[in-house]
């Protein structure tokens, strides 16, 4: 992968500008530092490898050089898109997501920020904003996907099984192809932010529906129930034990052994 073969791959695609780092700490902090400056929107960071990649709670994603994809997109929301800033995971997400399908893998969305191929996770997604005053300006997606076998960290270093698009397909595959595959499905369903018809695509390809779960919420316990499916600004609902529906704002969902 290079700076001139990612923008010609990508040359059809309408995309701001594109940096593209052999190595770098985090495609997500080369992007908040470009979006708060002069970054067009749909701008784009590559890194074949990133040393310091990060997740959710600052807890590490591996990005191992020649294997994965890890690339931050640069969002300018418009006045029209603000008020649905939360479902930029689930855009992201489906974005990743759909390709995998259309490849003849059943990929799932683990809520919120989760790609998974036979209940492994293949991908994350961490956004993050750019506020100015107390308005969003930019929001950053960061995306990572295990491509090629290599990509795959040890299971000793994960909280969940992951595995790569090669192991699922049996055959390695173009990290080039499944980027552009992936901002294309972006370009397509980002006009569709607002709608009814994203958020039903986005609960058709979410992950453990109708079984139970248990959501970790961070510092403030858990709480368990049957995944019935997504709020209108993309938080979890969950039928709990009592019957009751129960919304879900930030947490880690698991399957409930023996549930
Ligand atoms: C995520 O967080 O899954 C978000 C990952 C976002 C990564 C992209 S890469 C481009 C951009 N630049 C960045 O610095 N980040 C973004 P979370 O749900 O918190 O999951 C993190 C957990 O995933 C870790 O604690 C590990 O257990 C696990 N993990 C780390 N690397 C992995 C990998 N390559 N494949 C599967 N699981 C991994």
Sequence with gaps: ????ELKKSLAKLPLGEIKYFDSTGSTNDEALAWAAGDAKDMSLVVADEQTAGRGRLDRKW????GTALAFSLIL???????????R???LAALSVAEPLVRRGLSARIKWPNDVLLNECKVAGILTESVWSGDQVDCVVIGIGVNILKGSTPLQARLEFPATSLEDALGQPVERVEVLRDILAALVSLRPQLHTDKLMTKWEELLAYRGRQVQ???GGHGSITGMVTGLERDGSLQLRAEDGKLRTVRFGDV???PFA
Excluded: A, D
């Design 254 to 256: 698991r399957l409930r």
């Design 62 to 65: 591996f990005t191992p050089p």
């Design 76 to 86: 300018r929301p418009t006045p029209n898109e603000k008020p649905y800033l939360s």
């Design 215 to 217: 959501v970790e919420t």
């Design 88 to 90: 930029i995971v689930g």
């Design 1 to 4: 992968m290079n700076q001139n």
